[in-house]
């Protein structure tokens, strides 16, 4: 029985962090190709301001590397760029 609860807690807690787009160390040994791919992508914000504030990027400080897509689909170019400070706020200006 607490074999099962602590599995639960365990599974929630990966989900959570999976939704939340928190990345995570690779697993030692086989991973899929997927599996790295998906992660890479949780780096990129959906826009500059999310680059750079919460919920995901709540560590990040001015001059800090940043990436987001430059349109609404994931499927759009991949601008990179540093966080600055513009208006009291961090938003990742494209370089």
């Not at 787009?21 to 992660?39: C, L, R, Y």
């Not at 919920?55 to 990040?60: G, I, L, R, V």
């Not at 513009?86 to 938003?91: A, F, R, S, T």
């Amino acid at each position: 029985m607490l074999v099962q609860k602590t599995t639960l807690i365990a599974l929630a807690a990966f989900f959570a962090l999976d939704v939340m787009g928190t990345p995570v160390d690779k697993a030692v040994g086989s991973v899929s190709n997927n599996a790295i791919v998906a992660e890479r992508a949780i780096a990129i914000a959906t826009n500059p301001l999310s680059a750079c504030n919460c919920p995901h990027n709540c560590d990040y400080n001015e001059g800090h590397d940043c990436r987001f897509y430059s349109g609404p689909s994931t499927n759009s170019e991949v601008n990179s760029g540093k966080c600055t400070l513009i208006n009291h706020l961090l938003i990742c200006e494209a370089t």
